[in-house]
């Protein structure tokens, strides 16, 4: 694949083509349609553009951060967003936490929090329970 007709071809072409070469290489299915990439490419620069603009402000009560023990980013992506001094478990959101905190490091790769059996990791450190110090 040339990198420099990705970048000249138009989009509709630069992804077919893309996705041609990543099929033959049995990165990705056959069945991976150029629709279905454009999706989630689309969804992707949504999502890369609200965090752009997200400015948290302190929250009135207790923060639960819940992360995945293989994440699929570190706390360099929450740089200058998140007051939060290098290493901090809870990647700034304690700072925000006017009620306290508590950081879960769950054994799962980002994408698949959502997923049997961390999904319901996730509903039992979300349980409404009295305010307090971090556990």
């Known amino acids: 694949m040339d990198p420099y007709s990705l970048r000249h ?19 990705v299915p056959g069945s991976f349609t150029t629709e279905h990439a454009t999706r989630l490419a689309i969804g992707y620069r949504h999502r890369l553009a609200a965090a752009e603009h997200y400015r948290p402000r302190p929250y009135p009560g207790r923060i639960v ?5 293989e994440a699929e980013y570190d706390d360099s992506l929450l740089a200058g967003v998140l007051p939060a001094p290098a290493g901090d478990p809870s990647w700034g959101w ?15 790769h980002h994408t698949t ?3 049997h ?7 039992h450190y979300n349980a409404p329970r ?6």
Not at 13 to 24: P, T, V
Not at 117 to 123: G, L, Q, R, T, W
Not at 130 to 135: L, N, Q, R
């Open 9 to 27: 071809d138009p989009p509709e072409q630069a992804m077919a083509d893309l996705l041609d070469d990543l099929r033959a290489q049995q990165i």
């Open 65 to 69: 951060v819940v992360r995945a023990a």
């Open 113 to 115: 929090l959502l997923q």
């Open 130 to 135: 009295p305010e307090g110090p971090s556990t």
């Open 94 to 108: 304690a700072a925000l936490a006017q009620h306290g905190h508590a950081v879960h490091v769950l054994d799962a």
């Open 117 to 123: 059996p961390s999904v319901a990791d996730i509903v």
